[in-house]
Protein backbone atom coordinates (compact mmCIF):
# COMPACT_ATOMS: atom_id res chain seq x y z
CA UNK A 1 0.00 0.00 0.00
CA UNK A 2 1.73 3.57 -1.29
CA UNK A 3 0.75 6.23 0.84
CA UNK A 4 0.94 10.21 -0.04
CA UNK A 5 1.39 12.04 3.05
CA UNK A 6 0.84 15.56 2.79
CA UNK A 7 1.24 17.69 6.54
CA UNK A 8 4.58 16.44 8.74
CA UNK A 9 3.38 17.74 12.14
CA UNK A 10 3.26 16.11 15.29
CA UNK A 11 1.07 13.45 13.93
CA UNK A 12 3.10 12.98 10.76
CA UNK A 13 5.90 12.52 12.28
CA UNK A 14 4.36 9.99 14.86
CA UNK A 15 3.25 8.00 12.11
CA UNK A 16 6.25 7.93 10.53
CA UNK A 17 8.24 6.79 13.80
CA UNK A 18 5.62 4.14 14.36
CA UNK A 19 5.56 2.98 10.68
CA UNK A 20 9.30 2.59 11.08
CA UNK A 21 11.04 1.81 14.30
CA UNK A 22 8.37 1.30 16.34
CA UNK A 23 6.89 -1.25 14.66
CA UNK A 24 8.17 -4.13 17.05
CA UNK A 25 6.58 -1.93 20.02
CA UNK A 26 3.06 -1.67 18.30
CA UNK A 27 3.35 -5.42 17.15
CA UNK A 28 0.17 -5.61 15.35
CA UNK A 29 1.21 -2.81 13.51
CA UNK A 30 3.48 -5.02 11.53
CA UNK A 31 0.15 -6.56 9.56
CA UNK A 32 0.43 -3.38 8.06
CA UNK A 33 2.42 -3.19 4.25
CA UNK A 34 2.56 0.22 3.61
CA UNK A 35 5.59 2.28 1.96
CA UNK A 36 5.16 6.24 2.23
CA UNK A 37 6.06 7.37 -1.34
CA UNK A 38 5.57 10.89 -1.05
CA UNK A 39 5.83 13.74 2.39
CA UNK A 40 4.55 17.27 1.47
CA UNK A 41 4.31 20.25 3.95
CA UNK A 42 3.91 23.44 3.37
CA UNK A 43 6.80 25.17 4.31
CA UNK A 44 9.26 22.74 5.27
CA UNK A 45 9.73 20.78 1.91
CA UNK A 46 8.81 18.03 -0.07
CA UNK A 47 10.41 14.03 -0.22
CA UNK A 48 9.56 11.93 -3.17
CA UNK A 49 10.58 8.44 -3.68
CA UNK A 50 8.29 6.14 -6.25
CA UNK A 51 10.37 2.45 -4.58
CA UNK A 52 9.67 4.40 -0.67
CA UNK A 53 11.07 7.28 1.41
CA UNK A 54 13.02 5.86 4.59
CA UNK A 55 10.70 7.25 7.08
CA UNK A 56 13.84 7.18 9.50
CA UNK A 57 16.16 8.98 7.33
CA UNK A 58 13.34 11.47 6.93
CA UNK A 59 12.75 11.98 10.45
CA UNK A 60 16.49 12.34 11.53
CA UNK A 61 16.12 15.51 8.18
CA UNK A 62 13.38 16.96 9.98
CA UNK A 63 15.06 16.94 14.09
CA UNK A 64 18.31 17.82 12.37
CA UNK A 65 17.55 21.06 9.96
CA UNK A 66 13.92 21.51 10.18
CA UNK A 67 12.47 20.26 7.15
CA UNK A 68 13.60 18.68 4.14
CA UNK A 69 16.51 20.11 1.44
CA UNK A 70 15.28 20.50 -2.53
CA UNK A 71 18.71 18.52 -2.83
CA UNK A 72 18.21 16.05 -0.99
CA UNK A 73 18.37 12.61 -2.32
CA UNK A 74 14.77 10.86 -3.19
CA UNK A 75 13.00 14.65 -3.12
CA UNK A 76 11.44 16.29 -5.25
CA UNK A 77 9.51 19.86 -4.53
CA UNK A 78 6.19 20.39 -5.42
CA UNK A 79 2.93 21.67 -4.10
CA UNK A 80 0.45 19.24 -2.50
CA UNK A 81 -1.86 19.43 -4.91
CA UNK A 82 0.71 18.77 -7.58
CA UNK A 83 1.31 15.44 -5.57
CA UNK A 84 -2.22 14.34 -4.63
CA UNK A 85 -2.84 14.60 -8.90
CA UNK A 86 0.26 13.24 -10.19
CA UNK A 87 1.96 10.97 -7.89
CA UNK A 88 1.08 7.12 -8.10
CA UNK A 89 0.09 6.08 -5.01
CA UNK A 90 -2.81 4.09 -2.98
CA UNK A 91 -3.73 6.23 -0.04
CA UNK A 92 -3.88 10.06 0.50
CA UNK A 93 -3.42 10.92 3.88
CA UNK A 94 -4.28 14.37 5.04
CA UNK A 95 -2.79 15.47 7.95
CA UNK A 96 -3.05 19.64 7.51
CA UNK A 97 -4.20 21.85 9.38
CA UNK A 98 -7.58 23.20 9.86
CA UNK A 99 -8.67 25.90 7.83
CA UNK A 100 -11.95 27.90 8.86
CA UNK A 101 -11.41 31.10 6.88
CA UNK A 102 -11.18 29.16 3.64
CA UNK A 103 -14.12 26.63 3.86
CA UNK A 104 -11.43 23.70 4.59
CA UNK A 105 -9.18 24.69 1.87
CA UNK A 106 -6.64 23.98 0.40
CA UNK A 107 -7.16 20.17 2.08
CA UNK A 108 -11.02 19.86 0.20
CA UNK A 109 -9.37 20.59 -2.99
CA UNK A 110 -6.58 17.77 -1.81
CA UNK A 111 -9.75 15.01 -1.19
CA UNK A 112 -11.29 15.97 -3.77
CA UNK A 113 -8.61 15.63 -6.23
CA UNK A 114 -7.45 12.12 -4.80
CA UNK A 115 -10.95 10.54 -4.56
CA UNK A 116 -11.79 11.75 -8.34
CA UNK A 117 -8.19 9.69 -9.06
CA UNK A 118 -10.13 6.69 -7.35
CA UNK A 119 -7.48 6.89 -4.31
CA UNK A 120 -8.52 5.90 -0.71
CA UNK A 121 -8.38 9.22 1.39
CA UNK A 122 -7.26 8.52 5.61
CA UNK A 123 -8.03 12.31 6.88
CA UNK A 124 -6.96 13.41 10.21
CA UNK A 125 -8.03 17.22 9.16
CA UNK A 126 -11.14 17.84 10.23
CA UNK A 127 -11.99 21.21 7.32
CA UNK A 128 -13.01 18.73 4.69
CA UNK A 129 -15.77 17.16 6.32
CA UNK A 130 -17.29 19.85 8.33
CA UNK A 131 -17.76 21.76 4.87
CA UNK A 132 -18.10 19.25 2.04
CA UNK A 133 -19.00 15.36 3.61
CA UNK A 134 -21.28 14.77 1.20
CA UNK A 135 -19.69 16.03 -1.59
CA UNK A 136 -16.47 13.68 -0.27
CA UNK A 137 -18.78 11.11 0.48
CA UNK A 138 -20.63 10.86 -2.82
CA UNK A 139 -17.06 11.26 -4.50
CA UNK A 140 -15.89 8.12 -2.17
CA UNK A 141 -19.07 6.12 -3.35
CA UNK A 142 -18.76 6.68 -6.64
CA UNK A 143 -15.48 5.58 -7.10
CA UNK A 144 -15.75 2.67 -5.12
CA UNK A 145 -12.85 3.89 -2.33
CA UNK A 146 -12.74 4.25 1.34
CA UNK A 147 -12.96 8.10 2.93
CA UNK A 148 -11.81 7.51 6.52
CA UNK A 149 -11.76 10.09 9.55
CA UNK A 150 -11.53 8.79 12.54
CA UNK A 151 -8.66 11.26 14.23
CA UNK A 152 -11.26 14.21 12.85
CA UNK A 153 -12.78 13.89 16.70
CA UNK A 154 -11.69 12.99 19.87
CA UNK A 155 -7.94 12.05 18.97
CA UNK A 156 -8.72 8.63 16.87
CA UNK A 157 -10.95 7.27 19.81
CA UNK A 158 -12.99 4.85 18.06
CA UNK A 159 -16.15 6.98 17.62
CA UNK A 160 -16.83 6.76 13.89
CA UNK A 161 -15.95 2.95 13.37
CA UNK A 162 -18.07 2.52 16.61
CA UNK A 163 -20.71 3.65 14.90
CA UNK A 164 -20.26 2.30 11.64
CA UNK A 165 -20.15 -1.36 12.75
CA UNK A 166 -22.26 -1.09 16.08
CA UNK A 167 -24.89 0.94 15.82
CA UNK A 168 -26.43 -0.66 12.63
CA UNK A 169 -29.67 -0.05 12.79
CA UNK A 170 -29.88 2.88 15.11
CA UNK A 171 -30.93 6.13 14.22
CA UNK A 172 -28.48 9.27 15.97
CA UNK A 173 -31.39 11.16 17.37
CA UNK A 174 -28.66 13.98 19.11
CA UNK A 175 -25.23 14.10 20.47
CA UNK A 176 -23.21 16.41 23.06
CA UNK A 177 -19.99 16.16 23.88
CA UNK A 178 -16.70 18.05 25.66
CA UNK A 179 -14.71 18.23 22.03
CA UNK A 180 -12.01 20.60 22.15
CA UNK A 181 -8.92 19.30 24.91
CA UNK A 182 -7.40 22.79 24.80
CA UNK A 183 -10.07 24.53 25.81
CA UNK A 184 -10.88 21.97 28.75
CA UNK A 185 -7.19 22.27 29.53
CA UNK A 186 -7.44 25.79 30.11
CA UNK A 187 -10.91 25.76 31.68
CA UNK A 188 -9.64 23.41 34.48
CA UNK A 189 -6.22 25.76 34.60
CA UNK A 190 -8.41 28.66 35.07
CA UNK A 191 -10.12 26.25 38.04
CA UNK A 192 -6.83 27.08 39.80
CA UNK A 193 -6.20 30.50 39.53
CA UNK A 194 -4.27 30.91 36.30
CA UNK A 195 -5.63 33.64 33.77
CA UNK A 196 -6.16 32.49 30.26
CA UNK A 197 -3.02 34.32 28.56
CA UNK A 198 -1.16 31.97 31.35
CA UNK A 199 -3.17 28.83 30.48
CA UNK A 200 -2.71 28.74 27.02
CA UNK A 201 0.63 29.19 27.06
CA UNK A 202 1.28 26.49 29.76
CA UNK A 203 -0.93 24.81 26.62
CA UNK A 204 1.22 25.77 23.77
CA UNK A 205 4.28 24.38 25.74
CA UNK A 206 3.17 21.58 26.46
CA UNK A 207 2.26 20.67 22.63
CA UNK A 208 -1.03 20.25 22.49
CA UNK A 209 -2.19 23.72 21.66
CA UNK A 210 -1.86 25.90 18.40
CA UNK A 211 0.40 28.74 18.08
CA UNK A 212 -2.37 30.73 17.06
CA UNK A 213 -5.33 29.04 19.41
CA UNK A 214 -8.11 31.56 18.52
CA UNK A 215 -10.27 28.40 16.72
CA UNK A 216 -9.73 26.62 19.92
CA UNK A 217 -10.68 29.75 22.06
CA UNK A 218 -13.23 31.02 19.89
CA UNK A 219 -15.23 27.81 19.56
CA UNK A 220 -14.19 26.93 15.75
CA UNK A 221 -12.93 23.99 16.33
CA UNK A 222 -15.30 22.26 18.51
CA UNK A 223 -18.32 23.55 15.87
CA UNK A 224 -16.18 21.96 13.09
CA UNK A 225 -15.68 18.47 15.20
CA UNK A 226 -19.71 18.72 16.11
CA UNK A 227 -20.02 19.11 12.11
CA UNK A 228 -18.23 15.81 11.35
CA UNK A 229 -20.51 14.34 13.98
CA UNK A 230 -23.57 14.94 12.85
CA UNK A 231 -23.09 14.98 9.16
CA UNK A 232 -21.59 11.49 9.50
CA UNK A 233 -23.43 10.12 11.85
CA UNK A 234 -27.03 11.78 11.32
CA UNK A 235 -26.42 12.04 7.58
CA UNK A 236 -26.73 15.81 7.72
CA UNK A 237 -25.20 18.56 5.84
CA UNK A 238 -24.13 21.55 8.11
CA UNK A 239 -21.07 23.39 8.15
CA UNK A 240 -19.12 25.18 10.95
CA UNK A 241 -21.10 28.43 9.78
CA UNK A 242 -24.40 26.88 10.73
CA UNK A 243 -23.47 26.32 14.18
CA UNK A 244 -24.54 28.64 16.82
CA UNK A 245 -21.17 29.99 18.22
CA UNK A 246 -19.78 31.04 21.55
CA UNK A 247 -16.09 30.83 23.10
CA UNK A 248 -14.43 30.84 26.38
CA UNK A 249 -12.82 34.18 25.71
CA UNK A 250 -15.00 36.09 28.24
CA UNK A 251 -14.72 33.38 31.09
CA UNK A 252 -12.22 34.44 33.92
CA UNK A 253 -10.34 32.91 36.47
CA UNK A 254 -13.05 34.21 38.96
CA UNK A 255 -15.99 32.91 37.20
CA UNK A 256 -14.66 29.29 36.99
CA UNK A 257 -13.51 29.17 40.58
CA UNK A 258 -16.99 30.54 41.41
CA UNK A 259 -18.70 28.23 39.28
CA UNK A 260 -16.70 24.91 40.84
CA UNK A 261 -17.47 25.93 44.59
CA UNK A 262 -21.13 25.63 43.16
CA UNK A 263 -20.33 22.44 41.62
CA UNK A 264 -21.05 23.12 38.47
CA UNK A 265 -17.78 23.29 36.52
CA UNK A 266 -17.83 25.48 33.12
CA UNK A 267 -16.55 23.33 29.96
CA UNK A 268 -17.09 24.30 26.77
CA UNK A 269 -19.96 21.91 25.29
CA UNK A 270 -20.69 21.12 21.77
CA UNK A 271 -25.03 19.70 20.56
CA UNK A 272 -26.46 18.72 18.17
CA UNK A 273 -29.94 17.26 17.59
CA UNK A 274 -32.78 17.66 15.01
CA UNK A 275 -35.64 20.36 15.81
CA UNK A 276 -38.60 20.65 13.15
CA UNK A 277 -37.10 18.12 10.90
CA UNK A 278 -33.66 20.60 10.56
CA UNK A 279 -30.27 19.80 12.00
CA UNK A 280 -29.33 21.93 14.73
CA UNK A 281 -26.25 22.75 16.29
CA UNK A 282 -24.41 24.76 19.69
CA UNK A 283 -20.61 25.03 20.86
CA UNK A 284 -21.12 27.35 24.03
CA UNK A 285 -19.89 26.95 27.56
CA UNK A 286 -22.03 25.63 30.47
CA UNK A 287 -21.76 24.85 33.87
CA UNK A 288 -22.69 21.16 34.26
CA UNK A 289 -23.48 19.75 37.73
CA UNK A 290 -22.07 17.10 38.90
CA UNK A 291 -24.74 14.49 38.61
CA UNK A 292 -23.33 14.88 34.62
CA UNK A 293 -20.93 12.77 33.48
CA UNK A 294 -19.10 15.49 31.51
CA UNK A 295 -18.64 16.91 34.75
CA UNK A 296 -15.46 14.64 35.35
CA UNK A 297 -13.79 15.63 32.31
CA UNK A 298 -10.60 17.44 32.63
CA UNK A 299 -7.14 18.55 31.95
CA UNK A 300 -6.82 17.37 28.05
CA UNK A 301 -9.66 14.90 28.41
CA UNK A 302 -12.71 14.78 25.88
CA UNK A 303 -16.59 13.02 26.01
CA UNK A 304 -19.46 11.98 23.89
CA UNK A 305 -22.78 11.27 24.52
CA UNK A 306 -24.59 9.65 21.67
CA UNK A 307 -28.39 9.46 21.81
CA UNK A 308 -29.75 6.64 19.15
CA UNK A 309 -33.82 6.17 18.72
CA UNK A 310 -32.68 2.00 19.70
CA UNK A 311 -30.49 2.07 23.12
CA UNK A 312 -30.02 4.01 25.90
CA UNK A 313 -27.37 6.94 25.55
CA UNK A 314 -23.79 6.00 24.93
CA UNK A 315 -21.27 7.60 26.51
CA UNK A 316 -17.50 7.66 24.76
CA UNK A 317 -14.82 9.23 27.44
CA UNK A 318 -11.06 9.71 27.09
CA UNK A 319 -8.78 10.52 29.46
CA UNK A 320 -5.07 12.23 28.35
CA UNK A 321 -5.30 11.87 24.35
CA UNK A 322 -1.73 12.42 23.09
CA UNK A 323 -0.49 12.90 19.44
CA UNK A 324 0.16 8.82 19.67
CA UNK A 325 -3.68 8.83 20.07
CA UNK A 326 -4.28 10.56 17.19
CA UNK A 327 -1.76 9.13 14.88
CA UNK A 328 -3.54 5.57 16.12
CA UNK A 329 -6.53 7.13 14.79
CA UNK A 330 -4.76 7.42 11.28
CA UNK A 331 -3.20 3.66 12.06
CA UNK A 332 -6.49 1.97 12.67
CA UNK A 333 -7.94 3.57 9.26
CA UNK A 334 -5.28 2.77 7.34
CA UNK A 335 -5.28 -0.82 8.51
CA UNK A 336 -9.41 -0.99 7.50
CA UNK A 337 -8.25 0.03 4.15
CA UNK A 338 -5.46 -2.37 4.05
CA UNK A 339 -7.92 -5.65 4.99
CA UNK A 340 -10.77 -4.39 2.63
CA UNK A 341 -8.35 -4.74 -0.24
CA UNK A 342 -6.74 -7.60 1.17
CA UNK A 343 -8.68 -10.86 -1.26
Not at 8 to 37: C, P, W, Y
Not at 201 to 230: S, T, Y
Request: contains cysteine; hydrophobic residues 40%; neutral net charge.
Amino acid sequence: MRILLLGFGHVGRMLASILSSEQNVHHKIRQLDATVVGIVTLEHGCLYNPHGISLAEALEQYRIRGGFLPTAAGSKPRSALEAVESVDYDVLVELTTLSIEHGGEPALSHLRAALRRSKHVVCANKGPLAFAYQELRGLARSSCRQLLFESTVMDGAPVFSLARNGLRGCTVKALSGILNSTTTYVLSQMERGFSLSSAVEHAQQAGFAERQPRHDLEGWDAAAKICVLWNALADANITPHDVERSGITHITPAIAQEAVARSRPIRLVARAWTEAGRPRAVVRPEEIPLSDPLSVVSGTGAALRIETDCMNPILIMQEHPSVLDTAYGVLNDLLLVSEAATP
